[in-house]
T-cell receptor
Framework: NAGVTQTPKFRILKIGQSMTLQCTQD?????MYWYRQDPGMGLKLIYY???????DKGEVPNGYNVSRSTTEDFPLRLELAAPSQTSVYFC?????????????????FGPGTRLTVL | GENVEQHPSTLSVQEGDSAVIKCTYS??????FPWYKQELGKGPQLIID?????GEKKDQRIAVTLNKTAKHFSLHITETQPEDSAVYFC???????????FGKGTSLLVTP
């Protein structure tokens, strides 16, 4: 299994441009998440999805959109990039919570996308 | 919402010494407490976790303790090695929620 993969690894955007950060997982996890990580800060949740066709806002959703058309993919869209969106973005996935065996709630992270908006 | 405080923000130890990182949380409904290790340029990786019905868990040189009454949990690394150098994050999970609430991280440096 490749786990959680993210593309691109690095990107520089100009203010007002748009882009999509790609995330794919091959573990058949129902739950997927997008976090952003700013220097010296913990990870903050942007959006999450509990299954195909179902998404919901996290702590910092403004300026972002998501979709979940398949179990595997969870892209994050930036429509009008702003300098405040300069950050490292991590996608994660987890099994369906509530299962026995200790695997529930474990989140597996991708390698991240470093985005700079100038 | 849940507030997770993590201390210290930086920690420097000599190889072979022990390292302890502590986190406190505010919501008594939290039921799952993972610790993640993040190496430079990589995503966080789970190293150990504990659930609310357990007080302590060990995995070789790593241990986590949980005090539900005081609402704090700690990561203990014994016999530290240079490859333990990384940023460590604690997190909590609410029984009614889906996502994790992270602390701000501790940068651990192990010097030979």
């Amino acid at each position: 299994n490749a786990g959680v993969t993210q593309t691109p690894k690095f990107r520089i955007l100009k203010i007002g441009q748009s882009m999509t950060l790609q995330c794919t997982q091959d573990m058949n996890h129902n739950y997927m998440y997008w976090y952003r990580q700013d220097p010296g800060m913990g990870l903050k949740l942007i959006y999450y999805s509990v299954g195909a066709g179902i998404t919901d806002k996290g702590e910092v959703p403004n300026g972002y959109n998501v979709s979940r058309s398949t179990t595997e993919d969870f892209p994050l869209r930036l429509e009008l990039a702003a300098p405040s969106q300069t950050s490292v973005y991590f996608c994660a996935s987890s099994p369906l919570p509530g299962l026995a065996g200790g695997e529930a709630d474990t989140q597996y992270f991708g390698p991240g996308t470093r985005l700079t908006v100038l | 919402g849940e507030n997770v405080e993590q201390h210290p923000s930086t920690l420097s130890v000599q190889e072979g010494d022990s390292a302890v990182i502590k986190c406190t949380y505010s919501d008594s409904a939290s039921n799952y407490f993972p610790w993640y290790k993040q190496e430079l340029g990589k995503g966080p990786q789970l190293i150990i976790d504990i659930r609310s019905n357990v007080g302590e868990k060990k995995d070789q040189r790593i241990a986590v303790t949980l005090n539900k009454t005081a609402k704090h949990f700690s990561l203990h690394i014994t016999e530290t090695q240079p490859e333990d150098s990384a940023v460590y994050f604690c997190a909590t999970h609410l029984v009614s929620g889906y996502a994790l609430n992270f602390g701000k991280g501790t940068s651990l440096l192990v010097t030979p």
